[in-house]
């Protein structure tokens, strides 16, 4: 006797042949979907994900310091100050080079207190907190989800979307928001330090052309861009690991959709703050 294959029929065959078609069509509706509700739950269970106080601590110490490591599975701390201050030496040298080719070196000043407060610091901090933190958020979320332990932990009674998310975006703000003060600090510092010291650019003339143009609201600017950066990537990470299924592979591909998306939207985002915050229209003259 010999077996044969079932052939599926013509109608089952179109339902698949049409489910193929539209599934990757239908996959960006799940994922805003997903990321909309953990997002949404999250920020209403913040007041009392307060109660987990000692895991709060917990999650700020990973980010900040984390194993201590230098550079290589550092915390937050090390990389932040290490990345914002190669890039500030970097705005001070090819911003120099630039502005020579003008007869404008004396306008380095100028640069930094432009570029660096509106949009590099805060577009580097964002692109190490994803890298850094984010995807660490996405692979520890994940893991748990595939292990059963947030099933765990729901039948012990605790809310796992509670404890596990709106607990980490807590301990992101409480972390971040001090370290990007330092980093913006240091990439100012570094900048100035690069033209003066390399360039021999005058301080006094650095400093007249870099408070010249940096009104303070400025600095409130890129604070509240961060902050908005922050949330952004939180709730992208989270979502994805939250919601992942399947292996430690499944875990890997959502790590890699997560810094993807959440990059490309802190991008997005961050055009749209400076139209709002600076409009499309001219914010620097120069006379004479």
């Known amino acids: 006797m010999t077996a044969t294959t079932p052939v599926p029929s013509a109608p089952a065959r179109l339902w698949s042949a049409t489910k193929q078609a539209v599934d990757p069509l239908a996959q960006p509706w799940r994922v805003t979907r997903d990321i909309a509700e953990v997002s949404w739950k999250a920020v209403i269970n913040v007041p009392a994900a307060l109660a987990h106080r000692a895991y709060i601590v917990k999650l700020i110490s990973d980010v900040a310091v984390g194993s201590g490591a230098f550079i290589v599975g550092a915390g937050a701390v ?18 120099y080079e630039g502005l020579e080719l003008i007869g ?3 306008l380095i000043g100028f640069l930094s207190a432009f570029a660096n407060v509106r949009e590099i610091t805060p577009l580097a901090a964002a692109i190490i907190f994803a890298a850094q933190i984010g995807a660490n958020y996405t692979a520890e979320l994940g893991a748990m989800r595939i292990s059963e332990e947030v099933d765990a932990i729901e039948s012990m009674g605790i809310k796992s979307l509670r404890y596990l ?4 975006l807590i301990a992101s703000f409480v972390s971040v928001l001090p370290l990007y003060v330092i980093g913006l600090y240091v990439q100012l ?10 360039f021999g650019v005058a301080p006094g003339v650095y400093d007249q052309y870099f408070d ?5 609201i400025d600095v409130v600017y890129s604070v509240v861009k961060i902050v908005v950066f922050i949330a ?3 709730f992208v990470h989270c979502a994805y690991g939250f919601r992942v299924s399947g292996g430690p592979e499944d875990v890997g591909y959502a790590v890699g959709r997560a810094v993807r998306l959440s990059i490309t939207l802190v991008f997005l985002v961050n055009f749209a703050l400076s139209l709002v915050f600076w409009g499309a229209g001219d914010t620097v003259r120069f006379s004479g």
Do not use: C, H
Request: aromatic share 6%.
């Open 189 to 198: 510092l570094t900048t100035k330090l690069t033209s003066t010291l390399f």
């Open 212 to 216: 010249l143009y940096l009104p303070r």
């Open 165 to 168: 998310v709106s607990t980490r």
């Open 232 to 234: 952004i990537i939180t």
């Open 104 to 106: 404008a070196e004396d």
């Open 78 to 95: 090390i990389v932040v100050i290490f990345m914002t201050g190669v890039i500030g030496i970097q705005v001070g040298l090819e911003g």
